[in-house]
């Protein structure tokens, strides 16, 4: 119940059908969370929640190493799994996971919740339909400063609790998912670049919130053991070209995601911080800006817009969108592909794993 726990519970929520119980790391924050949320059942372990025979679906909102051992006991109780991304630390531990969800039949998603955008929607379809021709380069980088001072904290910075890498592991995750959904195409090989740019970080005594103030805190010094920015160079199965950068020690950028992707025709460039505005660049004629509205879209992603045109819809209709989606599918009472897997989340680790490894090796990894 930190920063993603809510997020969820609110966009789960709005699907009007749904009733919640919530677990904490202790009785009485379990409680404080309740009361604040008004939910009516909670729980001051994990393990309690996931052993409740009333509960029905689990929505894993934790730091990444416990993903794995509650998804684990979760299917074994055959319940329906949400999980935030990344799904495990490795992708051993993925592959595991994948195996087990397959043999439970229980729905399984991974968080990528910001290809629920609208727009996004819009590009992977224009792609997909050939309008921007073949796709010869894409770009894509995600940039925040949350992490730029050495006061600043959060569990993501150690390895334990993260993985082995935090900018791409904790935030170009969604970029790079992204990238392979709007052109169909999985990133086969990677030639990655990590930097750390703060070596030693004071970490507070006490919790910290995500995006917390921990200037004027006790702190113990700790040396960090993941990486502040990342570039990587990307190659895709059917050859294309691309590179992703992104960091967390950018002054002034808060949460800037976003990419371009040039094709032979057309180019489509798209930003999280204006995600109701999809650019497309043409040669021949002036650029062209479409702007999330029922009258302009693609008819086959209505679903994804639920305001009319010129009413914003923004990062928590992005969650809604995916959960709706989700539930669709736990309603059904079978998987399907309409979200992001355990099997994507899998293949997005191993990603990940081959970046950790380029940057270790100095040279191009293939994806295995």
Known sequence: M?????????????????????????????KEAADKYCVRKYYGDWQGLVRDPEIEVVHICTPNDLHYPIAKLALSQGKHVVCDKPLTL????????????????????????????????????????????KINYLQGYYLQDWMLYDYDYNWRVEAQYQGASRVVGDIGVHCLYM??????????????????????????????????????????????????????LLKFENGTRGVF???????GRKNRLGWEIYGSEQSLSWNGEEPNQLWIGNRLKSNEVILKDFNLIDKRIDGFCDFAGGLQEGYAESWKNMMKTIYAAIL???????????????????VVDAAVESDRVKQWVKVQ
């Open 2 to 30: 930190g920063f993603v726990g809510p997020i969820q519970m609110e966009a789960v929520r709005r699907l009007n059908f749904v009733d919640i119980a919530i677990a904490g790391s202790s009785d009485v924050r379990a």
């Open 90 to 133: 490795d992708q051993k531990q993925s592959a595991e996971l994948v195996e087990l969800a397959e043999k439970a039949r229980a729905v399984n998603a991974v968080t990528f919740n910001t290809s629920f955008y609208p727009m996004i929607q819009q590009a992977r379809l224009m792609a997909e339909s050939g309008a921007i021709g």
């Open 179 to 232: 990238l392979q959904l709007i052109t169909g195409q999985k990133i086969s090989e990677v030639y990655s670049d990590f930097n750390r740019f703060i070596e030693k970080r004071k970490k507070p005594l006490e919790k910290v919130a995500t995006y917390g103030d921990n200037k004027n805190m006790a702190y113990e010094e700790i040396t960090v053991d993941t990486e502040d920015q990342a570039t990587l």
């Open 245 to 251: 950068v992104g960091g967390q020690c950018f002054a």
């Open 332 to 350: 059904e009472g079978k998987h399907n592909d309409s979200y992001p897997s355990f099997k994507d989340g899998l293949q997005i680790q191993k």
